[in-house]
């Protein structure tokens, strides 16, 4: 139960615009890659990145550029956007020199960073040479809709003389730069993506692309061609044990790329649980030859890691929204117990889901729970609560670092859906140790076949530590009162299992009378 006195503090936080979600001290980069075009050259390719994409699910990419030199013609989502289920809808008229990539999911971005977006242009026969702005305008969101800060890059467009210098085989070259992308993670992260990039992809028809980095800190998965590469039928071959700390990609293609820019490869590495945190080197060795086998004069820029620190001190459950809510006492009346200390390897923690609004003729629902893989598994689930009793359900689908389960009522509505909907049971794995967090993704009720989806943003925690000083501040708001003691009394006689095990002050397995003693001489107390 949050107190007025409490309440008024939270209010006149988010009054004030702060953001209360332990990611937002992050920033990311995001950045327009060069690229370089001859007058008249059609289906040039812009690409915008970002060093890190973990937890966006929306925002806005305003692209800038000089309308006498560029037409725009298309914008089209990366995979590491589709993968996440994340839509791009595009505005190619937002603005004299402008175009506009709206950014829209439900689920934020596991890990890994590369390209979020592609703009497609076409290039004016008329442009001058010269070098021109590519300028960017950047908002990103994460799920809850919170903004994540953001470092913005902006690129260069170098239009060159038709029939300038640089040019093998007729192929053209000399100007070209080929990089690899900033990248940052965390100890443990798992699918961390970095792109080689080139800013001018024409006449490329093969070669190979070597990049090194720290074995004691990254492991490589696997390499995969990009699109720029596929799409001319240009093969990947790759070598993930080229030589220690070194993996290499082999390009090899009939007909080289007529124009473009943006991604060769794309390298996913997981990052060793025990990486230190700082920054490390990506390095690069590059050769690229035209359908001739003639070498393609190129610059190489090579890239740094950042391997961030492992969050420090306990997790604070989040109070979300108030759509919806997670709850560790699944015991009637109480929906308070967003914290469990004391939780053990192998424990099993039942995680209820109660939803705070009224949905009349209701049919079914749908709850998706995001939790820590490295931490705990689930291991169980079922229908809570009378409003869904008759629902018909399925097996509950855990994919990634999230679990999916829902029901629905054949041939009927309920009246009433106000209440308990759901309980999922976790599993800590056997070498659990330390805090977790279990969030509520978003709770959809389906009402004349439609469903009505909430993103509560609610959550738990389940914390190893704890179980040697009992508190008999079961709900934690400082002071031992009444509704602790009916918290108490929901749980007396039961074994202290599971989400109980708060309620076992006097250590000895159950909730008993040595409990309620112990409880009795705390209580109207404050706690600091």
């Not at 990611?23 to 970002?50: K, M, N």
């Not at 070194?246 to 490869?265: D, E, F, K, M, Y």
């Not at 079961?474 to 003691?485: P, Q, R, S």
């Amino acid at each position: 139960m949050i107190t007025m006195r409490r309440r008024d503090v939270f209010v006149a936080l988010l009054t004030a615009g702060i953001l209360l979600w332990p990611g937002v001290s992050r920033a990311v980069t995001v950045s327009v890659l060069d690229v370089s075009a001859e007058p008249g050259q059609a289906g040039i390719v812009v690409s915008i990145q970002t060093d890190d994409a973990k937890g966006v699910a929306g925002g806005t990419l305003t692209l800038s550029f000089d309308a006498n030199v560029l037409a725009p013609k298309k914008i089209d989502a990366s995979t590491l956007l589709k993968g996440a289920g994340i839509t791009v809808t595009s505005n190619l008229n937002f603005g004299p020199g402008q175009v506009r990539a709206s950014l829209a999911g439900t689920t934020g971005i596991a890990s890994g960073g590369g390209e979020l977006v592609n703009v497609t242009f076409d290039v004016k026969a008329g442009a001058a040479p010269g070098t021109y702005d590519l300028g960017l305008q950047a908002t990103l969101r994460d799920e809850n809709a919170n903004t994540i800060p953001v470092t913005i890059r902006k690129g260069t467009l170098t239009i060159k003389a038709v029939g300038g210098t640089g040019a093998t085989g007729g192929t053209g070259g000399g100007g070209r730069i080929i990089s690899v992308s900033d990248a940052s993670a965390e100890p443990g992260q798992t699918g961390l993506i970095v792109p080689v990039a080139v800013d001018d992809a024409k006449g490329i028809a093969g070669g190979t692309l070597t990049l090194s980095f720290n074995a004691n800190v990254l492991t490589p998965k696997k390499i995969e061609g990009a699109r720029l590469v596929t799409d001319a039928g240009i093969t990947v071959t790759s070598n993930l044990n080229f030589a220690p700390g070194q993996v290499r990609a082999s390009l090899a293609g009939t007909t080289g790329i007529t124009s473009g820019s943006g991604a060769l490869v794309t390298i996913i590495f997981d990052v060793k649980a025990g990486a230190s945190a700082g920054t490390y080197d990506l390095g690069l060795q590059a050769t690229l030859r035209d359908e001739n086998a003639s070498t393609l004069p190129a610059t190489v820029k090579n890239g740094t890691l950042t391997i961030k620190a492992a969050p420090s001190g306990p997790l604070t459950p989040k109070s979300g929204d108030g759509s919806a809510v997670l709850d560790l006492n699944t015991s009637a009346g109480d929906q308070n117990a967003r914290t469990l200390g004391g939780v053990k390897p192998g424990q099993k923690v039942d995680v209820q889901v109660l939803l705070n609004q009224e949905f009349a003729n209701a049919a079914g629902f749908r709850v998706i729970l995001k939790f820590d893989l490295k931490k705990v598994e689930v291991v169980g689930w079922k229908k809570d609560g009378t409003s869904f009793g008759s629902a018909i359900d399925l097996p509950a689908r855990a994919k990634g670092d999230s679990v999916d389960y829902g029901a629905s009522i054949l041939g009927g509505t309920t009246t009433a859906t106000k209440g308990a909907v759901a309980v999922l049971t976790f599993q800590t794995l056997s070498d659990y140790s330390g805090d977790t967090e279990i969030t509520l993704k978003s709770l959809a009720i389906r009402v004349s076949g439609v469903f009505n989806t909430l993103a509560p943003g609610a959550s738990v925690v389940l914390s190893s530590g704890g179980s040697k000083t009992p508190t008999a501040d079961f709900d934690g708001d400082g002071e031992v009162g009444f509704n602790d003691f009916f918290a108490f009394a929901s749980a007396f006689g039961l074994k202290a299992t599971g989400a109980n095990v708060k309620f076992d002050l006097d250590g000895d397995g159950d909730i008993g009378f040595g409990d309620f003693f112990a409880f009795a001489g705390e209580f109207g107390k404050k706690l600091s």
